[in-house]
């Protein structure tokens, strides 16, 4: 009998942290559908790396804030591939300003996709997940939502409320063989901390023990691992992942 090929979505897949995410779980062996809201190029870019590991890949996009249009994207995974294994809730933005300053739009921009989009995706995959008495939901937070940040009181709590949701469908799922996990990344070296000046760089370095930024590739290790059976024991946690940064 042929052994299935599992299943993965990644939100936010084309680049930074999901790429590697992507290309991780692909390496791994798992069929890879790459969420992506814009443009159409760097998720397209991935699913040409993806496909070298001899998957199946393709990308979709969809508007994870947008409670209908997801529920049009899981049926069509389903549709394709009978059914989602692993999902990895990664699509995240930032708008950062004090919170004097913060607009309205900004503050909503933020938690729609951060939050709201992560919710939209687990509450249309989980009702597949349930069926098959399987699965795995990894969400990606931040330490931000652990210790907070001045200046990003939105994405702050768009993360914290990521560790919150967690923790809660852990609990809500696990009698129905689905594991729920977050990672919190620290500093990582992404488009999103490529545009910080050297000087504020240097200050993130001076708070991390081991004196670098980490890199896409170490949160994709962590996922892969929260992915595979290997964890099959863990759910609710959050797994720091930021050079020590918060202890």
Not at 39 to 58: I, N
Not at 196 to 215: E, H, Q, T
Request: charged fraction near 25%.
């Amino acid at each position: 009998m042929e052994k299935e090929v599992k299943t993965a979505l990644v939100t936010g897949g084309g680049r930074g942290i999901g790429k590697a995410i992507a290309l991780k779980l692909a390496e791994d062996g798992y069929n890879v559908v790459i969420n992506y809201s814009k443009s159409s190029k760097d998720a397209d870019d991935t699913v040409l790396e993806a496909k070298k590991f001899g998957v199946d890949a393709y990308a979709i996009k969809c508007d994870i804030s947008d409670y209908r249009e997801v529920e049009k994207m899981i049926d069509s995974i389903i549709e394709k591939y009978g059914h989602i294994d692993v999902v990895v809730n990664n699509a995240g933005i930032t708008r950062d300003n004090l919170i004097l300053r913060m607009s309205e739009e900004d503050w909503d921009n933020v938690l729609n996709i951060n939050l709201k989009g992560a919710f939209n995706v687990i509450k249309f995959v989980s009702k597949y997940m349930i069926k098959r008495r399987k699965g795995k939901i990894i969400n990606i937070s931040s330490v931000v939502g652990v210790v907070g940040n001045a200046g990003q009181a939105n994405y702050a709590a768009s993360k914290a409320g990521i560790i919150g949701l967690t923790k809660s469908l852990a609990k809500e799922l696990a009698s129905r063989g689905i594991t729920v996990n977050a990672v919190a990344p620290g500093f990582i070296e992404t488009n999103m901390t490529e545009i910080l000046s050297d000087s504020v760089k240097s200050a993130m370095i001076n708070l991390i023990p081991l004196k670098r930024a980490g890199k896409p590739q170490d949160i994709a290790n962590v996922v892969s691992f929260l992915a595979s059976n290997a964890s099959d024991y863990i759910t609710g946690q959050v797994i720091n992942v930021d050079g020590g940064m918060v202890m």
